[in-house]
C-alpha cells in the first residue's frame, strides 16, 4: 500500500480529532433519542436560502418525517459510534460529512442573511458546521481507523481470512 | 504504515505466530474503547442531573390516602370570598355546611347556589353569630369580610371553638390585631392569616433553597417592589340588590357606595398599600429573616375623588432593616393609576438577582447571577435554577458606548417551579392540613401580626412625613 506514513505523534493527534468528533455526534444522536417526541421539523421550518423549498415540503410530510426523524437519530449515533472506536471509518466519516452538510444547506451561511435564530460567535459563510465537516474530511483520508481503531483488526482478520 | 505494521510483525507476533492477529493489532485496535465508557459515564451523569431537575419541576406527590372530613363555613363571600371557595372545591375532604354573608340578596345566594351545584346542602345567614349559635359541628371557618370586621369575627369564631383562615389584612388596627392573637393562644385553635404567597411552591423554594440553602443571592442589599394598577372605577351593584339602609349601618355601612368600596375609607380598611403591599411586604420579612428598624414613606390621594378615597391611591416607601449580615433597603410602591410592569418582588444581593411574584404570566421566577459570583452548575444540576440564558448580545450601535467600565449582563436563570393551580390552594391546604395535623401553619397569627406592624406603619409615616422607627417589642404581642 503505498501511503503515507504517520509519526506517533501525528496519529496521535488524528486519532484524538476522529474521537472528539465521534463523541459530538454520538451525543448529538443520544439527546435526540432521549428526547421524547423530537423532530427535525423545528429546525427544517427554520431553513433559509435555494433548497429552503425542499427542506420545508420535508418539514410538513409526516410520512417523510417519519423516515427521516429516526434515520437523523441513529445515523448520528452510528456515526458517532463508528468514529470513536475507528469502526468502518470511511464510512463513518463520509457519512457525517454528508449529514453535515444537509444541515449546512438547511441554514447556509450566506453574506447578508440574518437568522432570527441567534447563533454565539460571528461567522462569515463558514460556521463550525463546515469546520466540524473539513475535519471529518482529513479523518477521511488519512483512515486512522486502520491503525487505531477496531478497523485494524477487521482489516488484519480480513485479510488473514483471505490468505 | 506498511512497514509501519512490518516493524509489528517482526516485533511481537514473531512469537506468536498461529494467532489470528498479534497483541499490538488487538491493543491499537481497541485503544479508543474506553471513550465508550467515559461516555457512557458522563451521559449516565447527565441523565441524572436532568431527571432531578425534572423532579424539581414537578414538585412534591400528592398524599394517596382519603383525608378525614373537615365541616367548612364560609363568611363573607364577596369577590375574594368566591375565589377562596373556587379552590376550595378542588381540596379533598371538604364538607361545606354554612354561608354568612350580609349580602343576602346577591353574594350569599351565589355562594349557596354554586355549593348546591356541587351538592353541599348548607344553610345561608346574616347574622355570624346567629350561624355559630345554630351550626354546632363546625371545624373550621374561612373569614374574607371586609378588614374592619376580621378581628370579631375571627376572635368570636375561635371561641366557638373554630379553625379560622382569616384573609389578610388580618385587621386594620393592631388593636384588633393583637385581639385575635391572643384568642388564638387562647383557645389552643389554628388560626391562619391569608397572605398566600407563604405557601406559593416558588416562594417557598426561593427562600428554603435559593436564599437560605444556596445562597444564590450573597448579601443581601437592596430590595424593591410594586404593584401597580391601571385606573379603575369604583365598584358598583345590580341596583335591584340594594341593601336597605337599616341592614347596611347595623354592619357599619353610610352607604351602599361605602359597602361595595370599603378599602377606600378609613376606619373600614387600608387602601392600597394594605390591600396590595402588605402581600409583597410580608414576603420582605419572610425573606430577609428580618424586621425593619424604620421608615419613610411618602403618599397621598393624587388621582381619585378624596371624598370616596381617603386613603392614599398612591404610596412610596422605603423600610430600613438591620440583619446580622448587615444593612438592607427595602423599596416598596403601589400606584392606582397605571398598571405596567404589575406586581413583582426583587431581592438584590452581591452575587445575584432574584425577582419574583406570584403570577405565572409576568415575573414568574428569574434570578440573575452577578459577573462576581461563584459558578451556579452545582446548583443547576440539583435543579434549583434552570440552565442560564445568556442576555442577548449588545443593541444595535451599542459598540458606541461600549466601554472596560461597563458592567457585564448578568445571565438570566429561571426558578424551576411552575404553578398550575388556584394561587390561594396551597395556603387553604395547608390551614386544612394543619387541622389534621398533618402540617404547621404556614402563616399563624404571629406571623400575620408581624406583617400587619410593618404595613400598617406606612399609613402612619405618610401622615406624620418623616421617618418613623419600630421598636424590636412592637413585632410580639
Ligand atoms: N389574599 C388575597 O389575595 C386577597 C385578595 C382580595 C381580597 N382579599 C381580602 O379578602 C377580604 C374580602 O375582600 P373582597 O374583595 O372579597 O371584598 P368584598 O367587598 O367583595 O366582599 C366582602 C363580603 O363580605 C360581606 N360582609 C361584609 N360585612 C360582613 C359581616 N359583618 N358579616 C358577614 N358578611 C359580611 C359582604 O357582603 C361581601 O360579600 C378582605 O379582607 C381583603 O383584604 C384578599
Redesign the pocket.
Known sequence: MEQERFSRLQMMALVVLRVVIGWHFLYEGVAKLLKPGWSAAGFLLQSRGPFAGVFRWIAERPDVLGVVNPLNMWGLAFIGLGLILGCFTRLASAAGMIVIGVYYLCNPLLVGYFYSVPMEGNYLVINKNLVEMAALFVILVTNSGRHMGLDRILHVWFQKGRR | MAEDDKKDQQGESGKETGKLMNRRDLLQGLSTVPVLGLFGYALNKQIGYERAQKEALAGPAAPAAKPSEINVAL???????E?LLSAMLKVPGLRFRAV????TEY?QKRAVNTLKKYNFDVNGYED?QEMLAKEKDLDAVVI????F??SQ?TVDCLKAGLNVYC???MSNTLDGARRMVHAARETGKLLQI?H?RRSHPRYIHCFEKIIKEAGLLGRIVTVNGQWNRAVKPDLGWPQRYTIPEDRLEK?GFKSMEQF?N?RWYKGLGGGPIV?LGS?QIDIYNWFLQSQPKGVVASGGTDYYDAATHEWYDTVMAIYDYETSAGRIRAYYQTQTTNGSQGYFENFMGDQGTLLISESEAAYSGMIYRDVSAPPWDSWIQKGYVSVPRVLGPQPEGAEAVLDVRESVSPDEHRIPISFRDPY?KPHLENFFRAIRGTATLNCPAEVGYETAVTVLKVNEAVEANTRLTFSPDEFSV
Not at chain 2, 363568611?75 to 370570598?81: E, F, S
Not at chain 2, 374574607?144 to 378588614?147: F, G, Q
Open positions: 363568611l363573607g363571600q364577596g369577590a375574594q370570598g375565589v354568612c354573608d350580609i349580602w353574594n355570624y374574607a369580610t371586609p378588614d370586621w376580621h369575627h384573609e389578610k389584612e391569608g398566600q354592619y361595595r370599603w390591600d402581600h390561594h
